[in-house]
């Protein structure tokens, strides 16, 4: 986990007590009804456990929430990252199987790693070069802009797999759904590699506080020479390559390319969890904040699965949860709770 | 009831934001009929006891009676209602919308359940011509100067029927002539019976226009005094709290600088110009010299500002840096030629509220090393702590959100910004408004000092009696026309005047 100690001795602390008090509370839920949530097994040098699930589970969402973080600190917005996660899919399946949806189901020859990865990264990286050129450069509305390759974008991984569920077995992919490593899962590790990275680019270079300050102050960015257009194309950029790698972590995990399904609604959960984690539209950024956001989001996801609870509420009850969050967030909310608390009681008095 | 002709009375009032006591048993007593100055340094609680009283904040303890009798606000949109109108010190229009929609919003002549837009434009035309205003006001705020901006909120408050009128630092960009024209109405209000509060940091105003004076410091009441027993000086010491000898005066032959024209020309421009904003005119600005810009509100002086920092694109002209002739395509280009320009509009253009005070300070200078040369928390601290003390700025810490910070301390860190920045040629347009008397002196001698270093400065101001203090050559506009030039031997307020003056006799 990134740790930056500027972020303990500011209102940046303040800001986390609140979505660590949300996500206590759903920890102790789970304690309470699923038994042995805190177990933790090593088996042969790997470590296991509900925890260890919800990690690797939520490494996603994780994933593009750090992206979605920087991109919403510059006062935009990526609609399209389940659609790039949905491309990166289909196009890494495609290159292992470049035939399969011809009716071929001889491999030919086996793709090198490094083709597997590296194609579907590069055009997730064209991916938000498209959506920052239109923000930065035409000057269409983030919201917009962005719309443009959700929903073109997962048509395209739909022809790009014909609509067809592409299923493979490539060993060295694999490894970066169902791997391990260093007893970790390694979409965890995956996880806090770029948790690292994205600490040392925003934290050790200038590049945090500019993106902070181009969003909260466009104008007067502009007066310091801050080169916003660049600073919110690489943004977008940056946030587009999270939803590629987390669209290979979940295309390598089931072994397959669902241009339907993979990264859906995903886009939403990350912008909940940058929101939950105080990150401000426009401003200061955390993405530890985001981090807590995205946990929040993935403990309650598995623990409404593990619960038992009907698929179909599933969404109601996050939206529920969330709500509730963001409403204890809200000082303007958490006044008008103390005032009428206030009232009530010198009213009793 | 002490005084029968109170109308508000504020008793033991305190107010504590987290790490400040902004305002600590402060008694104030308004009356009707009365002009009352509310006076004190940056940061003494002047603008935060208004909030209190408008409702924009809660207060801790105290109370506060309108006519005798308790009241409190519970929003800022219950003041109006009660009858008290305010002119807020940061100008809170709403940009994208008309002069006339900003002066009636809320409160919208209708007609058949639909606003009745005719009359809401000839009423708005009508009230400005109270300030003798003239504009168009169907055009966004947001395209006008921040001087008429601000005449536009006084308007507003105006226009409401209020028995008690607040005005925090109305005049803070306004020249002489405007506030001339604002004094004519206060007076006359003054003779309905309306009650105003007044704040400025101008002095000689206070002594035109006020009848009692309240000084505050460090949120606590020092005195009341009537303005005929109050000279200048007892006031001065009352606010600062020592005595007016040790109050740091601009040091004497300030435009020795200024002599520096046989040193090298920094920026020559010829016949640089504008449609709409400028004529062309001609300027040289030499290394190590200050160049005062004096002339009436919208006499293009701004536009002169964004013009050489290339905000506004030139359309005709041409420029010379260092004797090479370049293109001012945008402020990064004039960034990158040694330029910089800190801007009138400290709300939008200037502070970014939600980042910290140092970061605030060091932004400039650090979008001028770049991204990938971070300053060391030691260098910035260094910066900082250095610029904190020599403008006396008001924080409880360098971490401290800038948007929380007094109006004058907040245009002390954008100041404190570009000085920092340390550019060859600095463009200040308007650098210490809001800026109480003590800071001011300590401002124009940091300028002073860099130039005897060898920046370059344009200072633009509209008290004229700065301007005369910190240049060495100073030129004049007129309408948007550059019409005289006066060398330092000539520089004094009434040559300044005539130039000012003979131009419109034309
Ligand atoms: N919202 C806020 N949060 C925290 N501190 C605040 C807030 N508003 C004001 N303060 C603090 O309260 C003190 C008084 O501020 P105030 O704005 O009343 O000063 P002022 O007398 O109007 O100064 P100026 O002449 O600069 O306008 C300052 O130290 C300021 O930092
Ligand atoms: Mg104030």
Redesign the pocket.
């Known amino acids: 986990m990134s740790f930056n100690p500027a972020c303990l001795k500011n209102e940046n602390l303040g800001k986390l007590v609140w979505p660590l008090v949300a996500l206590f509370a759903i920890v102790v839920f789970n304690v309470i009804f699923t038994p042995g949530f805190f177990n933790l097994e090593i088996k042969d040098g790997r470590l296991f456990g509900s925890l260890i699930d919800i990690l690797n589970r939520g490494a996603p969402v994780m994933l593009v929430s750090i992206g979605m973080t920087v991109v919403y600190a510059t006062g935009g917005i990526d609609l399209s990252v389940g659609a790039v996660i949905a491309i990166a899919g289909a196009v890494a399946a495609t290159i292992i199987r470049p035939d399969y949806v011809k009716g071929v189901i001889e491999y030919g020859e086996m793709a090198p790693l490094v083709t597997v990865i590296g194609v579907p990264l590069l055009l997730a990286l064209l991916a938000g070069l498209w959506n920052g050129a239109l923000v930065a450069y035409v000057g269409i509305q983030p919201i917009i802009a962005t719309l443009i390759l959700m929903v073109a974008g997962r048509g395209i991984a739909q022809l790009i797999t014909e609509g067809k569920i592409v299923v493979f077995i490539h060993e060295p992919f694999q490894f970066i759904g169902g791997g391990f490593l260093l007893g970790l899962p390694v979409p965890i590790v995956i996880v806090a590699v770029m948790l690292l990275v994205t600490y040392l680019l925003t934290r050790k270079t200038a590049l945090g506080l500019f993106i902070e300050a181009v969003g909260a102050n466009p104008k007067a960015s502009q007066y310091m020479g801050i080169r916003a257009q660049l600073i919110k194309i690489a943004t977008y950029m940056f946030c587009a390559l999270c939803a590629g790698i987390a669209g290979l972590i979940i295309c390598s995990d089931i072994k397959a390319a669902d241009a339907n399904n993979a990264g859906l609604f995903l886009e939403l959960d990350a912008i909940a969890a940058v929101i939950i984690g105080g990150t401000m539209w426009g401003g200061r950024f955390t993405v530890a904040g985001s981090m807590i956001g995205a946990l929040i989001i993935q403990t309650l996801t598995t623990t409404i699965l593990t619960r038992g609870i009907a698929p179909e509420v599933t969404l109601v009850f996050k939206a529920l949860v969330i709500i509730c969050v963001a409403l204890i967030q809200s000082e303007a909310f958490r006044k008008i709770l103390t005032g009428r608390l206030a009232k009530t009681e010198a009213g009793q008095s | 009831m002490p005084t029968t002709d109170a109308i508000l009375e504020v008793r033991g009032l305190s107010k504590t934001f987290p790490g400040v006591k902004a305002l600590q048993d402060v008694d104030f007593t308004l009356k009707k009929g009365e002009i009352h100055a509310l006076m004190g340094q940056?940061?003494a609680g002047?603008?935060?006891l208004?909030k209190v009283i408008t409702g924009l904040y809660k207060k801790d303890g105290g109370e506060m009676l309108l006519d005798g009798k308790p009241f409190e606000c519970d929003s800022p949109e219950e003041a109006p209602k009660i009858g008290i109108s305010t002119v807020y010190?940061e100008v809170n229009l709403i940009p994208n919308l008309s002069v006339a929609e900003n002066i009636y919003l809320g409160r919208q002549p209708m007609r058949f359940g639909a606003i009745d837009w005719k009359t809401l434009n000839r009423n708005a035309a009508e009230a400005i011509k109270k300030l003798d205003l003239d504009i168009d006001v169907t055009q966004p705020v947001s395209s006008y100067s921040i001087a008429i901006q601000q005449l536009v909120a006084i308007t507003r408050a105006l226009d409401v029927k209020a028995r008690i009128l607040i005005l925090?630092?109305p005049t803070s960009s306004l020249d002489a002539a405007e506030t001339a024209r604002l004094f004519d109405v206060l007076r006359k209000l003054k003779s309905e019976g309306i009650g105003i509060v007044f704040?400025t940091h101008f002095l000689g105003q206070v002594y035109d226009i006020s009848d009692v004076i309240t000084v505050l410091r460090n949120g606590r009441l020092v005195g009341v005094k009537s303005v005929d027993e109050l000279p200048r000086l007892a006031l001065i010491e009352m606010m600062l709290g020592k005595s007016a000898d040790e109050v740091e005066c601009v040091e004497k032959g300030a435009g020795e600088a200024g002599d520096a024209v046989d040193a090298e020309c920094f920026l020559r421009v010829q016949g640089l110009g504008r449609r709409g904003a400028i004529r062309p005119f001609d300027m040289e600005i030499h290394k190590g010299e200050v160049l005062g810009l004096a002339g009436l509100l919208g006499s293009g002086r701004t536009e002169i500002a964004r013009l050489l920092f290339g905000v506004d694109k030139a359309q005709e002209g041409r420029i010379f840096v260092k004797g090479q002739e370049a293109r001012l395509t945008s402020p990064r280009k004039a960034i990158s030629l040694g330029f910089a320009l800190c801007p009138e509009d400290r709300k939008s253009e200037g502070i970014i509220a939600d980042l910290t005070v140092r970061e605030n300070i060091v932004l400039a200078l650090q979008a001028r090393t770049g991204i990938f040369r971070r300053l060391s928390p030691k260098k910035q601290e260094e910066i900082v702590d250095r610029y904190i003390k020599a403008l006396d700025i008001k924080t409880s810490s360098p971490e401290q959100k800038v948007g929380d910070l007094?109006?004058?301390n907040q245009q002390k860190v954008i100041v404190a910004r570009w000085l920092a920045s340390n550019p060859d040629f600095l463009i200040l347009d308007e650098p210490t408004r809001?800026i109480d008397v003590g800071a001011k002196a300590e401002i124009e001698n940091l300028i002073l000092h860099l130039s005897r270093e060898g920046m370059a400065v344009l200072f633009i101001s509209s008290e004229l009696a700065e301007v005369i203090e910190c240049s060495g050559r100073v030129a004049v506009l007129r309408d948007r026309v550059k019409v005289a030039e006066l060398p330092r031997e000539a520089i004094n307020e009434s040559n300044i005047m005539k130039a000012i003056a003979q131009t419109e006799g034309q």
Do not use: L
């Open positions: 940056n940061g002047k603008s935060t208004i010190q925090d630092e704040v007094s109006g004058g809001g």
